[in-house]
């Protein structure tokens, strides 16, 4: 089954 | 003093529709150029990116940015009070802690205004890097949300597959598997039924079938929608809004573990 990533694994916070 | 003022209330209407499912609350960021909005959904998943462009209104004053953090469930309630060829009027002073909502109808024989309090939102956005993408393709709104609709009926995934060919939809589950093929239409008279695809390299990513659901409660508001992937990064769903902006969906892929 794949695991759903986040967001924060691609975008910085500003 | 921050004051909007748009023709169509219908558009800000399409655009809580849109955006309120994914997220309960959001800051509305104004300044000379315009409304912006960006929030993630509270797993973190998918970011609803807004901009609606100052002269896309019909009178648009903001002699300082201010930030408005709202209450989604509140202003859809108080936008469900328009009606749809009512002019709407969004208005804050300074550092105010309400938003006030005036929508006249179109003979002026009817005024309303509708007060807000505002909330603080601690506003914590992110960078979102430009990206060249391996595959853009634009297809009719409508069209995505039928397939999205259609296959998120067999799994809880979508497999989207990009190619020179085509765009393929793919799901499967308990019941069964579906595959939807979109080929590049050739010659269409009407742009909006165009199906196109730019590659750069094929592309298969996997998503969660409910945030592309959730995505496009936004159809309203745009013929076409345009979907940009690249090997190991967010989906970007994109509608236009008219002449005046759009709305980016972000969302982080299902990844082999």
Do not use: W
């Amino acid at each position: 089954e794949d695991m759903q990533s986040k967001l924060s694994r691609f975008f910085s916070k500003n | 003093m921050f004051e909007a003022r748009l023709v169509q209330s219908s558009i800000l209407k399409k655009v809580l529709e849109a955006i309120k499912d994914l997220l309960n609350e959001a800051t509305f960021d104004c300044s000379d150029s315009g409304i912006q909005l960006q929030a993630m959904d509270n797993s973190h998943v998918s970011l609803v990116s807004m901009n609606l462009r100052s002269d896309g209104f019909d009178k648009y004053r903001c002699d300082r940015n201010i930030s408005m953090g709202m209450n989604l469930g509140s202003m859809t309630k108080i936008l469900k009070c328009a009606a749809n060829e009512d002019v709407v009027t969004m208005k804050a002073q300074d550092n105010a802690d309400t938003v006030t909502f005036v929508f006249e109808s179109p003979n002026q024989e009817k005024v309303s205004d509708y007060e807000m309090k505002l909330m603080n939102l601690d506003q914590e956005h992110l960078g979102i890097p430009e990206t060249e993408y391996a595959c853009v393709v634009r297809l009719p709104a409508g069209e995505f949300a039928r397939i999205c609709r259609d296959l998120s009926q067999f799994g809880e995934s979508v497999v989207i597959s990009c190619t020179k060919e085509g765009v393929k939809f793919s799901s499967a589950g308990d019941i069964g598997s579906a595959n939807i093929k979109l080929a590049q239409t050739s010659n269409v008279d009407k742009e909006e039924l165009a199906v196109t695809v730019e590659m750069q390299e094929p592309v298969t990513l996997t998503f969660a079938s409910r945030y592309l659901n959730s995505f496009t409660k936004a159809t309203s508001l745009s013929n076409v929608v345009q979907l940009s992937m690249s090997p190991d990064v967010p989906l970007v769903v994109e509608y236009r809004i008219g002449e005046i902006g759009h709305i980016r969906y972000y969302l982080a892929p299902k990844i082999e573990d």
